[in-house]
């Protein structure tokens, strides 16, 4: 089977699975968790985005490189208790240093060009 057929099999699969005629026939069941009945709604509304690696050979299937990028932040703040401030900062920074590795562009001119962006006045 080709991979065209094999991601059609299972985008097919996909829609039966986020049918909302079953989202109809739970919300009538009132021991259902409303957590579990927001996150089908939200699956159902973003589903063109939960296998971009079936349409994108460069994107990989699992997020393993995304969670060892973040693990170093995790073990820094837990251990010593860093980062009490400017988390958002250095998290952005370090997404941006990740990226371009994983690119096999130069870090200095990522960061140069995140500097470089115009950011929205904050509002007052």
């Known amino acids: 089977m080709t991979n065209y057929l094999k991601t059609i099999e299972i985008e097919e699969r996909l829609n039966k699975l986020l049918d909302l005629s079953i989202l109809e026939k739970q919300l009538n069941d009132p021991v ?13 509304k973003l589903k063109h985005a939960l296998f971009p690696f079936l ?3 460069d994107v990989p299937f699992d997020n393993n ?8 932040v995790k073990v820094k703040t837990k251990i010593s208790s860093q ?3 400017l988390q ?3 998290a952005i920074i370090r997404s941006v240093i990740g990226s371009a590795i ?7 001119t990522a960061i140069a060009d995140l500097l470089a962006l ?3 006045e904050a509002a007052g």
């Open 102 to 108: 994983k690119n096999k562009k130069n870090v200095l």
């Open 55 to 57: 349409y994108h050979a």
């Open 32 to 44: 259902l968790c409303k957590q579990t009945i927001t996150f089908f709604r939200g699956m159902v």
């Open 88 to 90: 958002q900062e250095f």
């Open 118 to 120: 115009s950011l929205p």
């Open 83 to 85: 980062f009490k401030s």
């Open 65 to 72: 490189g995304s969670e060892r990028a973040f693990r170093m």
